[in-house]
């Protein structure tokens, strides 16, 4: 065995150590969070990894989740519909951040979508199966991980969104953030939400211009926990 094999069974056993033997590895692999027990040892190793109730942590919070409807690129329900939403600690309290930025500016954030149980990535993936646009359940999404978010940007006066040239799941090179081709004012649009985003710790996805993720994705476990499931571990959280 050479050295990179080593080194991912050093890898795989730090991410299994503590973890019963009641959760297994799924088909590819994985280890996926599927019930309270498991998500109680999961934060029990690293507190500040928790999941938390984002209306809990952002002021004029703004939500409109698109897989929670039928207004998205499979033109069907994918989880059920919350006025809320979950990040990890780390994502929840930058994207706090953000907003409190953009509020100074008159402008606020719109959630299309955050946390995203695993089962619904590989729902996702059938259709597209193009990394650039979707993730390969082999390796699970920022989203199953509660470490990425999509968003636009709102008009608090207007309450209208900005215009970023293209809708949510747009498919296509005007999507990119290197595609140029645009009117000044997008493009404008556009730079202002990556600079805050990024200003905040997280990284834009090069072909959607509004992914964001956090940095070192791994030593997030995905999860597969349902919005019900959240509720009931996020109730009566403190944010500390």
Same mark, same amino acid.
Do not use: C
């Given at each position: 065995?050479?050295?990179?094999?080593?080194?991912?069974? #050093?890898?795989l056993?730090?991410?299994?150590?503590?973890?019963?033997?009641?959760?297994p590895?799924n088909?590819?692999?994985l280890?996926?969070?599927?019930?309270?027990?498991?998500?109680?040892?999961? #934060?029990?190793k690293?507190?500040?990894?928790k999941?938390?109730?984002?209306?809990? @942590?952002?002021?004029?919070?703004?939500?409109?989740?698109?897989?929670?409807s &039928?207004?998205n690129?499979?033109?069907?329900?994918?989880?059920?519909? &919350?006025?809320?939403s979950?990040?990890?600690?780390?994502?929840?309290?930058?994207?706090?951040?953000?907003?409190?930025?953009?509020l100074?500016?008159?402008?606020?954030?719109?959630?299309? /979508?955050a946390?995203?149980?695993?089962? @619904?990535t590989?729902?996702?993936w059938?259709? @597209?199966?193009?990394?650039?646009?979707a993730?390969?359940?082999?390796?699970?999404?920022?989203?199953?991980?509660g470490?990425a978010?999509?968003?636009?940007?709102?008009d608090?006066?207007t309450?209208?969104?900005?215009?970023?040239? &293209?809708g949510?799941?747009?498919?296509?090179?005007?999507?990119?953030?290197?595609?140029?081709?645009l009117?000044?004012q997008?493009?404008?649009?556009?730079?202002?939400?990556?600079?805050?985003m990024?200003?905040?710790?997280?990284? #834009?996805?090069?072909?959607?211009?509004?992914?964001?993720?956090?940095? /070192?994705?791994?030593?997030?476990?995905l999860?597969?926990?349902?919005f019900?499931?959240?509720k009931?571990?996020?109730?009566?959280?403190?944010i500390k």
């Open positions: 065995m050479n050295k990179y094999g080593i080194l991912s069974l #050093v890898l056993s730090t991410i299994f150590f503590g973890y019963s033997q009641d959760t590895l088909k590819h692999g280890l996926v969070i599927e019930d309270s027990r498991a998500y109680k040892k999961m #934060v029990s690293n507190p500040e990894n999941m938390m109730d984002l209306r809990k @942590v952002i002021p004029n919070l703004i939500i409109d989740l698109k897989y929670g &039928t207004d690129f499979m033109n069907k329900i994918l989880y059920q519909q &919350t006025n809320t979950y990040l990890r600690k780390p994502a929840a309290l930058a994207l706090a951040k953000v907003q409190e930025q953009l100074q500016k008159g402008l606020a954030i719109k959630i299309w /979508d946390y995203r149980p695993y089962s @619904v590989e729902k996702m059938e259709p @597209v199966k193009d990394e650039r646009y993730a390969n359940p082999k390796y699970g999404s920022g989203h199953n991980r470490i978010v999509d968003l636009t940007l709102v608090l006066i309450g209208l969104e900005l215009d970023m040239g &293209t949510f799941d747009h498919f296509s090179d005007t999507a990119h953030i290197t595609w140029k081709q009117p000044t997008i493009l404008s649009n556009r730079l202002l939400l990556q600079q805050t990024e200003a905040a710790g997280f990284i #834009v996805l090069q072909t959607e211009w509004w992914h964001f993720y956090l940095p /070192d994705a791994r030593k997030y476990e999860m597969n926990l349902s019900s499931q959240l009931k571990i996020t109730k009566g959280q403190q």
